[in-house]
């Protein structure tokens, strides 16, 4: 064998051998390495106590996930005011129980949610490049028990806010809520929730599960401050010094998790979500993630300076 020949199949095995040990590290090591992500937005009406909300997101539960559904369970000694769940919860048809359970006593909290297709269509085996072409077809698995999760999730409190307005008060703080069906699978009819929400609270806060700009014009366009999504797991397999390579969905590159501004007001908060497909079980510099959203009194409205608004991000992890 030539020099050359050896250099190259060395090369070769080198390369397959790193392809080997970063797919063991994203699938074993990564997608287990649960994040807690603190975050500070300035959203609330001059003069509003500060509140502190949980944003969770795409758990994608399955019966036998105990290390999520133990790091779950600890989320509550965070003892948030609020708590805010932008869906796909459900990656199994026998997962509700283990989703209730892992909320535990977050479950006892002020809650307001939304779903996503993985909380009406369990998952199913994709070709990855389709993740590049946003306007692909659909393809639905067996549908999932989202009566069951959300009959739970309504007998301990929870508001579900799908294509409705509600309003609720938080340690002090008044909110003005709507939310919509998921974008993704098209479910969305924003004109259900559309109009000026109430002026005189200290909040206006609006939910989708998958952050598509056309429903996040209309929020912005209707004066709601905050907006919060969840759906493209942060890009989930990223790559260092670039971040995310797609978004499954039309929101752009940089808004694929954490904080943004969406037009002249309104802030979004897209968070990176928890879980994974059944099908695509691999995190890559995306670690899993809730986030504790510490809400402040906005400063007086004055020209667009920034993409964050003043938004400030830290990461801790919660074991």
Not at 97 to 102: D, M
Not at 122 to 129: E, G, H, I, M, S
Not at 142 to 169: C, I, M, N, S
């Amino acid at each position: 064998m030539s020099d050359t020949r050896k250099v190259l199949t060395r090369a070769a095995g080198g390369a397959a051998g790193a392809a080997v040990l970063g797919i063991g590290y994203a699938s074993l090591i990564e997608r287990n390495a649960f994040t807690l992500r603190e975050t500070t937005m300035p959203v609330l009406e001059p003069g509003a106590s500060t509140i502190r909300v949980l944003h969770i997101s795409d758990l994608h539960m399955t019966p036998g996930q105990r290390l999520k559904q133990n790091w779950l369970r600890e989320l509550d000694r965070l003892e948030p005011d609020l708590v805010v769940n932008t869906g796909d919860n459900l990656s199994h048809p026998k997962a509700v129980p283990a989703v209730v359970q892992a909320l535990g006593g977050l479950l006892a909290r002020p809650g307001l949610f939304v779903f996503g297709s993985n909380d009406y269509f369990a998952p199913v085996p994709k070709n990855p490049l389709k993740y590049f072409k946003k306007d692909h077809k659909r393809v639905l698995g067996d549908p999932l028990p989202w009566k069951d999760l959300r009959a739970a999730f309504t007998e301990r409190g929870w508001l579900d806010v799908t294509h409705v307005r509600r309003e609720l008060e938080v340690a002090g703080v008044r909110i003005a809520s709507a939310g919509v069906d998921d974008p993704h699978l098209k479910r969305d009819r924003y004109d259900t929730v559309a109009g000026v929400p109430n002026p005189l609270a200290d909040l206006r806060l609006g939910l989708t599960h998958s952050p598509e700009p056309r429903v996040l014009d209309q929020f912005a366009h209707d004066g709601y401050d905050l907006v919060l999504a969840g759906h493209t797991h942060g890009g989930q397999l990223c790559l260092p010094f670039y971040g995310a390579i797609v978004t499954n969905c039309n929101i752009d590159r940089s808004r694929v998790k954490g904080p943004s501004k969406w037009g002249a007001h309104t802030q979004l908060h897209v968070s990176a979500g928890i879980g994974t497909s059944p099908w695509a079980p691999a995190r890559f510099c995306c670690r899993p993630e809730a986030t504790l959203l510490t809400l402040i009194p906005a400063p007086p409205r004055k020209a667009d300076s920034g993409t964050n608004h003043g938004a400030s991000t830290s990461e801790a992890v919660v074991s």
